[in-house]
């Protein structure tokens, strides 16, 4: 299928503006600077290149218009009368051969003066070639400014022409002005075509698309024609003479019964007469329109058979009349006892766009007509016969003479013996929507299906709370006591476990315990009592341990997560950080110690070599007495009042270091502040777990790094790491090689 897209051509510019545009390409794409002692050979080449690159910036552009513009005889027959209608083939046709002959000049002149640049003995006669040759080329093209204007013209008027496909399926709308071919189409189509009550609203042709036994048909609004000779009719007219001369559509000519028009049935006849020859081989309908106006039965007998002779030419013209699908727009429309038994009979059509009357039988009656020719001329076609050559029908055979007869059902037959039709079965959800008012309206009833004791509870509603409970607890009425069962259950089988571990463990430590003196079995009493008590604790606080996230030891190799450095982080973001140390405190004092404002921990006792450990009291009395103490009991004493003087001192030292640092961060923002350094740098660079950083000297090399990065960003006035702004203010191609004021001797 072949696209005509004449919205594609280039735009065609002026003369002036075609020099302008060519001489700043060249001087933007070619050398600008030669010195007067280069080498002969090298000022040759520089304005040689000048002149070969601007005759191939002409011979491209005049190429490009050359070949978008359409060529006549190459196009298709609507196409090319259709540009000769609205354009003049002549003019048309001299016009691109002018832009060709300037094409071909161009090309000799920058021949002849390549020939001539290659024998320049200085940089001046070269100049004055060069300068020779451009000046030919724009004369040349100043000349062709009325040819480039007409072709301009042209574009834009034909980037505004419909795209009509002349092969496609088409319907041809045509007749007086006035009669209502845009109103059909309008009806019809998405269209949206002028309307008014004045002659020849519609002045050139307009294109609709609509749709017919799922194929898409394209509906042709021609403008009103005239009944004079062809000689005398204008442009617009031609239009319609154009169209119906070379597209294969089907043509419906509307004919307006009332004279509402302006013009009677004999002047539209006489038209229909005169244009005859153009409807030879195509469909013909004869449709009579505004019958809202004047109905046929109303109609004198000298228009009736005014109507009678149109419809059996229509019939002659286009092949034997075909009654319109379904009979909603034949005979019966136009009334049986108007052109009863009359020929062509299905050839005249009657509708009123105004009350929208008969126009979709009007539509599918031509659409059905064209449909029909198409197919018997391709069934006449030798296309035909060589398809059919390669087709072969296979009827099959039967294998035996034992008979097989159709299975049916028996439940199928009970109902055809007992004379049920099968609509009067088991009715479906379709049978319920109808009858409640079709899709939209009906709402599916789940709870059809429901099998219950008694029907009226289908439509009861299940409740959620009842007498103040919620129903969904008690569906299980036995359900606390199952839960009580698991339960139990589950401790059983607990204290099982627990059993067979301490039987094992008693028999296999009975035979060890025969030969312990009195006071060793009294140490081991009192380690089992403590590990017991240890595993007691750890059960009971398994729940909420086990929910809690912990800290891994990896995560804090370097033990940098101190209280000093809790308390500088609070202080840097201007947090009291007095309540957070008093907590640590108190809970390293319950373990044996005391941590101090400042992070240090002043401890009593040093910890044990495990926790078992501490309670073992029970080595002898020779070798260091009570092994498991690391000091007696006056030296703990001792050192724990010592540890809470320190703690006291170390405190009041770092309530006033804290009370400085506050007061120094209340300060008013409008004294200058310094660049970040020292303590301050310290704090911001100091890692933190899930910054991605290995430790604080790598972030410290990080944050450097980036400083570096940005000082030469705010140097250039950067917005950012993704600022690409390039600003130039004096590009180099507008401004290199340029004559400046008083000089002449830059090119």
């Known amino acids: 299928m072949v696209q005509y897209n004449f919205k594609r051509i280039t735009v065609v510019p002026t003369a002036k503006d075609f020099v302008d545009i060519v001489l700043s390409k060249t001087q933007r794409g070619t050398p600008t600077v030669i010195h007067k002692g280069s080498a002969v050979n090298r000022i040759r080449q520089f304005y040689m290149r000048k002149v070969k690159f601007t005759q191939q910036t002409f011979h491209d552009k005049l190429t490009t218009i050359l070949d978008d513009f359409p060529r006549l005889e190459e196009i298709h027959p609507f196409y090319g009368d259709l540009l000769n209608v609205l ?53 040349l093209m100043r000349k062709q400014g009325p040819s480039l204007a007409y072709l301009e013209q042209v574009r834009q008027h034909m980037s505004r022409l419909p795209s009509i496909d002349p092969n496609t399926r088409t319907i041809l709308v045509c007749g007086y002005p006035n009669v209502g071919k845009s109103s059909f189409v309008n009806k019809v189509t998405r269209a949206d075509v002028e309307v008014q009550p004045y002659a020849f609203t519609t002045k050139s042709l307009f294109v609709g698309h609509t749709d017919y036994k799922y ?26 003479v154009t169209a119906l001369a070379h597209l294969r559509a089907a043509v419906l000519f509307v004919v307006d019964a009332s004279g509402s028009c302006g ?29 809202d106006l004047q ?16 419809a059996a030419e229509a019939a002659r013209c286009g092949g034997p009349g075909i009654a319109p699908p379904g009979g909603g727009g034949g005979e019966g429309a136009m009334g049986e006892a108007v052109m009863e038994g009359a020929e062509g009979a299905g050839c005249l059509l009657t509708m009123s766009t105004m009350t929208d009357v008969n126009v979709a039988a009007v539509k599918n009656a031509a659409c059905e007509r064209l449909l029909q020719m198409r ?33 049916i059902p028996q439940a199928v037959l009970d109902r055809q013996a007992k004379g049920i039709k099968p609509s009067e079965g088991r009715k479906l959800e379709k049978d319920y929507q109808e009858e409640m008012g079709g899709a939209g309206a009906y709402v599916a009833d789940h709870t059809r299906p429901y099998l219950l004791e008694d029907d009226t509870w289908r439509q009861d509603v299940v409740p959620e709370i009842m007498d ?12 606390l006591a199952r839960l009580e069962e698991l339960e139990r259950e589950e401790w059983e089988m607990e204290q099982q476990a627990e059993g067979a571990g301490e039987a094992e463990w008693g028999e296999a430590m009975d035979d060890e315990e025969e030969d312990l003196a009195p006071e060793e079995a009294e140490a081991l009493a009192a380690i089992r009592l403590k590990k017991k008590r240890l595993i007691t604790h750890r059960h009971r606080q398994r729940s909420v341990t086990d929910s809690r996230p912990i800290l891994p030891r990896h995560a804090d190799t370097g033990r940098q997560f101190t209280a000093e450095r809790m308390r500088r982080e609070l202080t840097s973001i201007g947090l009291d950080p ?75 030292a770092n309530e006033e270091r804290l009370r400085k640092r506050l007061r120094h961060m209340s300060r008013s923002r409008s004294q200058s502040v310094g660049r970040i350094g020292g303590t301050a740098m310290a704090l911001a660079a100091e890692a933190v777990p899930g910054e991605g950083f290995r430790d604080t000297e790598q972030k410290v090399a990080a944050v450097k ?21 390039i600003v130039n203010v004096r590009p180099k191609h507008l401004f290199s090689g340029k004559r400046g004021a008083g000089k002449t001797d830059r090119r």
């Open 578 to 652: 007095s309540a957070a140390l008093a907590r640590i405190k108190e809970g390293k004092t319950g373990e044996g110690g005391d941590v101090s404002g400042g992070g240090t921990v002043a401890k009593g006792r040093k910890r044990s070599r495990s926790m078992a450990r501490d309670g073992m009291e029970v080595d002898g009395e020779e070798g260091g007495g009570r092994r498991g103490l690391s000091r007696g009991r006056e030296g703990r004493r001792e050192e724990r009042e010592e540890g809470e003087e320190g703690g006291m001192e170390l405190d009041e």
């Open 375 to 407: 197919v018997e001329a391709k069934m006449r076609s030798k296309r035909v016969e060589d398809v059919a050559n390669r087709i072969h029908v296979a009827m099959p055979r039967p294998r035996d003479s034992k008979p097989r007869p159709p299975v």
């Open 215 to 240: 194929l898409r048909w394209q509906v042709i609004d021609t403008p009103g024609i005239l009944d004079h000779p062809l000689e005398e009719r204008n442009t617009i007219e031609m239009l319609s």
């Open 295 to 310: 109905p046929l039965e109303t109609l004198s007998e000298a228009d009736r058979k005014v109507l009678q002779d149109m």
């Open 263 to 291: 013009y009677t049935l004999e002047q539209q006849a006489a038209l229909f007469n005169s244009i005859k020859p153009l409807f030879l081989n195509k469909p013909l309908l004869v449709v009579c329109n505004k019958v």
């Open 87 to 139: 354009y003049d083939k002549d003019h048309y046709k001299l016009a691109l051969g002018q832009v060709n002959v300037a094409r071909g000049i161009i090309d000799r002149v920058t021949k002849e003066y390549v020939r001539l640049l290659k024998y320049g003995d200085s940089l001046y006669r070269c100049k004055q070639l060069k300068r020779a040759a451009l000046g030919r080329m724009c004369t």
């Open 705 to 725: 790094l980036s400083r570096k990065h940005a000082t030469k960003r705010n140097v250039q006035s950067k917005k950012g790491e993704a600022d690409r702004t």
């Open 468 to 479: 103040g409970k919620n129903i969904a607890d008690f569906v299980d009425a036995d359900i």
